[in-house]
């Protein structure tokens, strides 16, 4: 008798055609905001030899290599640059003042038609770590129609990983929304994967200060 898992496993495989190995997950760094609090384009802040933005492309590449999409906006020129060699694309999302949803949106929106799910991270949260990311993806192949956030601090936030039935949802926000609404909504649904670790984001320059 099959296990619930491996009931996903093989219905999952029979709506795309594919098997669990071939399941083809994207990471989307969301990397397009002004950093207005922080006084400058925070993604470029010096992090640890690095910046913020390219220490995120890097992590997510650790875990999906090519199919990693980094959406820009502000200055994105400057910020496409700062992580070079990109070994997947990057995503100029030209309605980034608009709010988070917009990059949300493009990210999603430019692997539509390639990816089983996307991964989503943000540029300022620099103590995530690939092996957290990988608990994630391995969430995701164990429950393929489940949504993977991380829990911390009592709630679940980013990084947060979507399959494809919920691409729908996320490629159509807008606007300073987020994809909290996506999780609520979908209930018992999602899966929570533990990381206090990432309750740390940089919003002023004295957070990244702390952590230096």
Sequence with gaps: MLTDSEVNTVEHGRKTGRSAADRRLFSVVLAAGRGVRFGSTKQLAPYRG???????????ESVCGDRTVLVAGHEWQSVVAACRPLRGFF????????????SIACGVSSV???????????????????AHLKRME???MESPDAIV???FSGTM?????????DFGHVASL??????????????????????????????????LQGLQ
Excluded: S
């Design 174 to 207: 807008g606007g300073d929304q987020g994809a909290r609404h996506v999780l609520a909504r979908a209930g018992e649904r999602v899966r929570g994967v533990a990381f206090e670790e990432a309750a740390v984001d940089i919003d002023v320059t004295e957070d």
């Design 138 to 140: 391995t969430a995701w």
């Design 50 to 60: 690095t910046c913020l933005v390219a220490r995120a492309v890097r992590l997510a």
């Design 112 to 130: 539509l038609e390639a990816a089983d799910a996307v991964l989503l991270l943000l540029a300022d949260q620099p103590l995530i770590t690939t």
């Design 157 to 165: 936030g980013p990084p947060v990983l979507f399959p494809r039935g």
């Design 149 to 151: 956030a991380t829990v």
């Design 91 to 102: 995503a100029n999302n030209t309605a980034h003042q608009a709010g988070m949803g917009t």
